[in-house]
Nanobody, 116 residues
Framework: QVQLVESGGGLVQPGGSLNLSCVSD????????MGWFRQAPGNERELVGS????????TYADSVKGRFSISRDNAKDTLYLQMDSLKPEDTAVYYC?????????WGQGTQVTVSS
């Protein structure tokens, strides 16, 4: 089992920035893969970006490439999502995700709303 607790999110104007955090109760050294997903109303959950444990860089969806950046602090077992140049179409519930031992684990979700 992996417990994930997210923080951050909220309301931001177009062009603004937000940073999300996700703390894991399991050491990152024991988690195979991690990343962020998002789900807009009426849409399926989609991958924002992810990386395997041994990879130094994250891969991103085309829709966020160049604007979003994922990073991790292995000492704190914390995953981050830095979102810049936000657009109204980025409005969604964002979920931290980790995969380990054949199971998917999700954060509680945090709302990001981009609106003027």
């Amino acid at each position: 089992q992996v417990q994930l607790v997210e923080s951050g999110g909220g309301l931001v104007q177009p062009g603004g920035s937000l940073n999300l955090s996700c703390v894991s109760d399991k050491s990152f050294s024991r988690i195979l893969r991690m990343g962020w997903f998002r789900q807009a109303p009426g849409n399926e959950r989609e991958l924002v970006g992810s990386a395997a444990r041994e990879e130094s860089t994250f891969t991103y969806a085309d829709s966020v490439k160049g604007r979003f950046s994922i990073s991790r602090d292995n000492a704190k077992d914390t995953l981050y999502l830095q979102m810049d140049s936000l657009k109204p179409e980025d409005t969604a519930v964002y979920y931290c995700w980790m995969y380990d031992s054949g199971a998917n684990y999700w954060g509680q979700g945090t709302q990001v709303t981009v609106s003027s």
